[in-house]
DNA sequence: CGTCACCTTGCTCATATGAGCAGGATCGCC
DNA sequence: GGCGATCCTGCTCATATGAGCAAGGTGACG
């Protein structure tokens, strides 16, 4: 194609895209047949002179989508715009309510649903609509009664989905991480912790987030770990957390101490699930959400366009 | 239109502009008729949903084209698109390529054109092809001899245009702006120059630019003007310059006597001409640009999107 | 509860567009 | 300059889409 072309194919777009012009019209206009301006329109699109964008909170790619799926083995995955996002807010927002609005479409309807806490899992409860489902239990799969004052969030966010989803809630009344490993085993002894986790491995699906290794971590919030804790985390390669385990960038655990006092299912058992649906947003998470992909801790992700496209560069 | 008609025309315009589907097989995914689905696109495109953009440094955006011409009163207007543009560099050489476009396809072919000088006239002259035009004779319009070692743009550009254009050039040999009245009366009194600013009155075009009134003014680079000279010009209101010679927002002259000093045709001898093509771009001329334009001091604008914008909000 | 105005829906029909093909131009190669 | 391969052009025909219309549904108001 020559530059002449590429002249007319761009004169073209812009009498067919901006003015609303037929092919004919067009052809009138330019002195050309309308079955050149139809190829010089086809041109422009093939080579990437027509941008077309869908601008709205709810937009989904669907084509990297479908890449996720095919290349990174994903049963199923949920892409939002970030067309027009100006903050992060936003972009966490345009996810969750991606992920509640998956969690509503899913057939079958799961019976249980386990489901891990924190800032994004939170949102989600919050986006699910009142009536979103009949009859889902929801039961929590990692420890999270919390140190602090916002005490309250993880009971509220499983609490919250039961009840918009007419079912009951199961709460693991665990602390998240134990300090030391004699007092988990005594908690995961416990008839009534016990009962909970083997509630949580019979669910049918489960529903998680990833936690960046920084000192924004709800578990440096929360008061399970010190930011020096994390920072020795990270220099033992760890790029986030899923239910409160840190991996690296395989997926593998990093500190199998800290691990060995973490209360919840474990990673594999998360894995071994037909249904994982993590949820993962944000440029700071997508060293994470690599992780959890590339170690297939999750058959269906939720996410956002930017974090989609740094899973397929890799 | 409700949420749930929102959101099917969301999910409409991802199959149809993003998975290549037809409006039958939409119809068939959402469980819908395709004339819904017709109708649902045409409110996604209503609603300014979907963003069409054409991605290239020729692309023009006809639309604003038109308004320019309708609000303003233009009779042509040539808007290069902003879209995809990283610098400053870049936006200036899009709307002088844009220019140099526009000088070629005009028809009738002038037989003298009066040009100015300065950056933006010698980025059109460099991207004018050889041979745009046979028989285009080169007028400079105002005096540009310049005092520093970037001497002889000023000339190299009117050359540069009439000879690719096939002509001469004719250069107007005086400064732009003299120190005493008097010299420039004895300038103006030359047989040659005032030969040259006869040509000028006689051109059939005018191309020229506008500075903005501030310390990177080609005057003052020139050594015609001190940095403080500017500063008190833009303290009586001046927005810029067209052809040495500063106007405030309303198009008037700043300065009568500074004015009486610069050598060149009047504002008002280029107003009265039927062919003024006026090239502005950048954000540093919004203001100057509104002003040419208000004033009606060209018939024929090419400028970038963004100030073409800034000229419709007004 | 009836009536009317308005809006939505699913259609028919005209138009716009894309696929595929045959003839003709163009180019490289000898 | 001859020859074949390739690309380009303008066509026919099938398909996709938008305009306009009549029927049905909805809601406001008496």
């Known amino acids: 194609m020559d530059e002449i072309d590429e002249l007319l194919s761009i004169r073209a777009a812009e009498l067919y895209y901006e003015e609303n012009k037929t092919q004919d019209e067009i052809g009138q206009a330019l002195n050309l047949t309308r079955w050149k301006v139809g190829r010089l329109l086809a041109q422009a699109k ?3 002179f027509i941008r077309i964008e869908i601008l709205h909170p709810r937009a989904r790619r669907l084509p990297i989508e479908r890449r996720l799926r095919e290349e990174r083995g994903l049963t199923d995955a949920i892409v939002v715009s970030s067309a027009g996002v100006s903050s ?15 969690l509503t479409a899913l057939r079958p309807v799961p019976r249980t649903l386990g489901v891990s806490w924190g800032r994004t899992l939170f949102d989600i409860s919050q986006h699910l609509r009142n009536g979103w489902a009949t009859g889902v239990n929801v039961v929590q799969i990692n420890g999270g009664v919390s140190l602090n004052r916002r005490a309250g969030t993880a009971a509220a966010t499983a609490v919250a989905i039961s009840q918009k989803g007419g079912g009951q809630a199961t709460l693991l009344p665990s602390p998240a991480i134990l300090e030391r490993l004699e007092t988990k085993h005594a908690i995961e002894s416990d008839r009534v912790v016990a009962g909970v986790i083997e509630l949580a491995r019979s669910a049918e699906a489960y529903l998680f987030s990833a936690g960046a290794a920084d000192h924004n971590s709800v578990h440096v919030e929360s008061g399970y770990l010190a930011p020096g804790d994390v920072d020795l985390l990270v220099a033992k390669g760890a790029v986030g957390d899923v239910v409160g385990r840190y991996i690296d960038s395989d997926g593998n655990i990093v500190d199998p101490a800290l691990d060995a006092r973490t209360v919840g299912l474990t990673l594999d058992e998360i894995r071994s699930s037909p249904l994982a649906i993590a949820v993962v947003a944000g440029p700071a998470k997508h060293a994470v959400a690599d992780a959890v992909v590339r170690s297939r801790l999750c058959t269906v992700l939720v996410t956002d366009e930017s974090t989609a496209l740094h899973l397929l560069d890799g």
């Open 88 to 102: 992060a807010e936003e972009l966490q927002a345009r996810t969750a309510q991606a992920a509640a609005d998956y």
């Open 46 to 48: 093939h080579r990437g």
